[in-house]
C-alpha cells in the first residue's frame, strides 16, 4: 500500500475474503495519508489525486484537509499550485458539487457535471418552457462576453433579460435559479469555459468566468468511469459498491463493471452490511493498534468522512454532524473513530469541540487537545477565515462545550 513508514504489519499474501472494521479503517487511513505524512515534497498535486479530489462546500476544506494530512503547514504552496502553475483546479463534477482537483484530471471530474446537468436540465424543461432556441440565444450572448473574466454580478448586469429569465422553484431546487446560470454550469462543465484563478490566495472564494484559453474536451461518462474506478477504489477501498455508484451517479451495474474491468474483488467487512470492494492486489493489515490512530481534525466534506462516515461513526454522530445543505461538516476523528465534530472561534482564536460522544478517556482528550491547538495556530496564522468551518459559540452554552 501506498505511504512510507506505515507502522502496522502486513500480509501481502493475504487473500482472506473477510476483514475486521478495525482493518478497514486503517487501509481507509493510509490510503488517505492519514496515517503517516506524505513523503517531504511530495507535490500538493499528487496528494490531492491520491485521496480521491477534494470537494468544495467551502474553498476552505482544500488546505484545511492537507493540513490535516501532514502535507500542508504554510498557505504559501497551496497558493503556488492553485494561482500561478494551475497545478490544482477548481472544477464542477459528480454529486453536484465543486472539487479541487490535478489540472490533467479536470476532464474525468466535468464528465460527471455534463451527466448531471443533463438530467437537471431535463427536470426543468419539464417544469418550464425551455426550448433550445433559449439556450443557444443564451449561450452565444455569455460567448460574446466571457473573451474576458467576468464575475457573475458583472455578468447579471450586462446579459440582456431574456437570458436572466427565471426557472422557478424547479430551478432553485437544482442549483440554477436563472437562465443563465444553467447554461454558464453547462459551459463549464464541458470545458468551454474556465474558472479564473484567483491572483494571489487559492483559498478566494471570488469566482469570475472567462472562455478557457486552453480548453482540454471533456469525455463522456461511460468513457470517464474506467478511470474513477481505479482511481476512487485506491482512495477508499474497502468500500462497498453501492458507495462507488453513489459518488459517480452510476447504475449499480454499471458500477460493478467498472470495477470488475479493473481485477477489483469483493471483500467482507465486519460492521459493514454490504459486500465491499478493493483492487486486485489488496494487501489487508494482520494486526491493527487502535493507539496507532493519531488525533484529526478533518474539514466539512473531507475525502473521508465523504464517503465513510457511516462505517467511521455511530448512527448518532453521524446524523449530528451532518447538515442537509452541505452534508458532512467538521469532524473530530479519535483512533480511527469520528467523535463529534469542531469550529473555529474567529474572536479568540480558538478551536472548540462540539462533542457528540463524550466519554472519551483523558489521554485521547490529551491528544485532541494538542491537535486542536496546532489547527487553530495554522488557521489564525495562514487562512485567517475558513467558512463553513466558524460557529460562534454563545456564552450560554460555553459550559457544554470544550474550549481548547
Known amino acids: ?18 476483514l475486521t472494521l478495525e482493518q478497514a479503517r486503517a487501509s481507509w487511513w493510509q490510503r488517505q495519508w492519514l496515517l503517516t505524512a506524505p513523503p517531504a515534497k511530495t507535490p500538493l498535486v499528487d496528494v490531492v489525486s491520491a485521496i480521491g479530489w477534494i470537494p468544495l462546500a467551502s474553498v476552505a476544506s482544500a488546505p484545511l484537509a492537507l493540513f490535516a494530512r501532514g502535507a500542508l503547514a504554510e498557505r504559501a504552496p497551496f497558493d503556488e499550485a492553485v494561482c500561478k502553475s494551475h497545478a490544482l483546479v477548481i472544477a464542477p463534477g459528480p454529486k453536484s ?29 419539464a417544469s418550464v418552457s425551455l426550448t ?3 439556450l443557444d440565444a443564451t449561450r452565444d450572448a455569455l460567448r460574446a462576453l466571457l473573451g474576458e ?25 437544482n442549483g440554477v435559479p436563472t437562465l443563465a446560470s444553467l447554461v454558464l454550469k453547462q459551459l463549464w462543465a464541458t470545458g468551454e469555459v474556465w474558472r479564473v484563478p484567483p491572483s494571489a490566495r487559492g483559498d478566494d472564494p471570488t469566482s469570475r468566468w472567462q472562455i478557457d484559453p486552453n480548453p482540454r474536451p471533456t469525455p463522456s461518462a461511460a468513457d470517464a468511469v474506467g ?13 462497498p459498491l453501492k458507495s ?15 470495477l470488475e474491468s479493473i481485477g477489483a474483488r469483493e471483500v467482507a467487512v465486519e460492521g459493514v452490511e454490504d459486500g465491499c470492494w478493493v483492487p486486485g492486489d489488496f494487501a489487508a493489515p494482520e494486526t491493527v493498534d487502535a493507539s496507532v490512530f493519531p488525533a484529526k481534525f478533518l474539514p466539512v466534506r473531507d475525502p473521508l468522512t465523504d464517503v465513510h462516515l457511516a462505517h467511521m461513526a455511530s448512527s448518532t454522530v453521524a446524523r449530528a454532524v451532518t447538515a442537509r445543505a452541505h452534508g458532512v461538516g467538521a469532524t473530530i476523528v479519535s483512533r480511527g473513530e469520528v467523535l463529534g465534530g469542531w ?11 462540539r462533542w457528540v460522544q463524550a466519554d472519551a478517556s483523558a489521554e485521547r482528550v490529551k491528544a485532541l487537545e494538542a491537535e486542536a491547538a496546532k489547527l487553530a495556530v495554522f488557521i489564525a496564522s495562514e487562512l485567517g477565515a475558513v467558512p463553513l468551518h466558524t460557529v ?9 462545550e470544550l474550549a481548547l
Open 97 to 125: 458539487s465543486t472539487w479541487l482537483v490535478a489540472a490533467q484530471e479536470a476532464p474525468v471530474c466535468r464528465a460527471f457535471a455534463v451527466a448531471d446537468l443533463a438530467s437537471r436540465e431535463a427536470r426543468i424543461a
Open 343 to 353: 469550529a473555529y472561534d474567529e474572536g479568540g482564536r480558538k478551536v472548540h469541540l
Open 132 to 134: 433550445a432556441r433559449d
Open 244 to 258: 462507488f455508484a453513489l459518488a459517480f451517479g452510476l447504475a449499480t451495474g454499471r458500477a460493478k463493471s467498472a
Open 392 to 400: 460562534v459559540i454563545p456564552k450560554a452554552s460555553a459550559a457544554l
Open 149 to 173: 473574466p467576468h464575475t457573475a454580478d458583472e455578468l447579471r448586469r450586462k446579459l440582456p433579460e431574456a437570458a436572466l429569465r427565471p426557472l422557478g422553484d424547479v430551478g432553485k431546487r
Open 227 to 239: 478511470f474513477v474506478a481505479a482511481r476512487w477504489l485506491g482512495a477508499f477501498a474497502p468500500a
Open 1 to 18: 500500500m501506498r505511504g512510507g513508514g506505515f507502522v502496522l504489519r502486513y500480509n501481502a499474501a493475504m487473500t482472506s475474503q473477510r
